[in-house]
């Protein structure tokens, strides 16, 4: 069974940085992304960014880019998510997710982790 094992969260000042990390156990991905949803109170879970395996491609959403960097370490099976210049509206719950598929990774993951808060105070 597959298990998205996130860490990181917390809380931060406007301005301030974060960094979320993603690991999978119970398979090696060597197809398909990694990637980062988020869900604030109230809104649908959307995209954030995702990274392929075998090329480190990158896709960011337009709210993030410039802002957050996500990169991979693959001999250790990890991703990171690297916020810097947080704003209040970045607030929400992380969600790492995983798909042998890249399009899907970035639409409709079939392996999700089970989030991690982040909250930026203003």
């Known amino acids: 069974q597959v298990q998205l094992v996130e860490s990181g969260g917390g809380l931060v000042q406007a301005g301030g940085s974060l960094r979320l990390s993603c690991a999978p156990s119970?398979?090696?991905?060597?197809?398909?992304?990694m990637g980062w949803f988020r869900q604030a109170p109230g809104s649908d879970r959307e995209f954030v960014a995702a990274?392929?395996?075998?090329?480190?491609?990158?896709y960011y959403a337009n709210s993030v880019k410039g802002r957050f960097t996500i990169s991979r370490d693959n001999a250790k099976n990890t991703v990171y998510l690297q916020m810097n210049s947080l704003k209040p509206e970045d607030t929400a719950v992380y969600y790492c997710?995983?798909?042998?598929?890249?399009?899907?990774?970035?639409?409709?993951?079939?392996?999700w982790g089970q989030g991690t808060q982040v909250t930026v105070s203003s």
């Open positions: 997710a995983a798909d042998t598929s890249t399009t899907q990774a970035m639409g409709l993951p079939r392996y």
């Open positions: 990274i392929t395996w075998n090329s480190g491609r990158t």
């Open positions: 119970g398979r090696t991905f060597s197809n398909g992304a």
